[in-house]
């Protein structure tokens, strides 16, 4: 679909509640599929850092916990909540647990990997290799650019500050 945006999708919370990215609109996004039982796992602490830092101005992080990845988010979505919660301080929004590859994907991550399909471009299958992947969004809700899980949350700051300004 031509000009289509992350603002048109929507998705349900944690609580069951349907979330529309909508609601979003304007504002910069760091949209990253989580799990609590990853290497990258204590990266949360570092996402809640940015979302506290910056969201007075127009920033969001939206974490996705997903299963698909050695089976690292197993827990119900009362347990991935009390985790994030109590081990990392969250308060930025956490969605249901969804596919974020596959024929199951969320139609979402489906838009994600399409736009910014990571190292091999259009030559791969623009999948989401492992847990942590962040991929950055403009205030127009067009995708950025796609990080990969070793891509530490703090070293975006500069780039969430150019999207911030523009």
């Known amino acids: 679909m031509e000009n289509q945006t992350v603002f048109e999708f929507s998705a349900p919370l944690l609580n069951g509640r349907e979330q529309s990215l909508a609601e979003f609109s304007g504002q910069v996004l760091l949209?990253?599929?989580?799990?609590?039982?990853?290497?990258?796992?204590?990266?949360y602490a570092a996402l809640e850092s940015l979302y506290q830092t910056y969201r007075n101005r127009g920033f969001a992080v939206l974490g996705f916990p997903s299963n698909q990845f050695g089976a690292q988010e197993p827990g119900s979505a009362e347990e991935i909540a009390a985790f994030c919660e109590t081990r990392f301080g969250v308060t930025f929004p956490?969605?249901?647990?969804?596919?974020?590859?596959?024929?199951g994907a969320h139609?979402?991550?489906?838009?994600?990997?399409?736009?910014?399909?990571?190292?091999?471009?259009?030559?791969?299958?623009?999948?989401?290799?492992?847990?942590?992947?962040?991929?950055?969004?403009?205030?127009?809700?067009?995708?950025?650019a796609r990080f990969g899980p070793a891509r530490k949350p703090e070293k975006l700051a500069g780039?969430?500050?150019?999207?911030?300004?523009?």
């Not at 949209?31 to 990266?43: E, M, R």
């Not at 780039?159 to 523009?166: H, Q």
């Open 94 to 103: 956490l969605f249901a647990k969804i596919d974020v590859n596959g024929p």
């Open 107 to 144: 139609p979402l991550y489906r838009f994600l990997r399409r736009e910014k399909p990571g190292l091999l471009g259009m030559f791969g299958s623009g999948a989401i290799r492992w847990n942590f992947t962040k991929f950055l969004v403009h205030r127009s809700g067009v995708v950025a």
């Open 159 to 166: 780039e969430i500050e150019r999207l911030l300004g523009s």
């Open 31 to 43: 949209i990253v599929n989580t799990a609590s039982k990853c290497g990258f796992t204590p990266q």
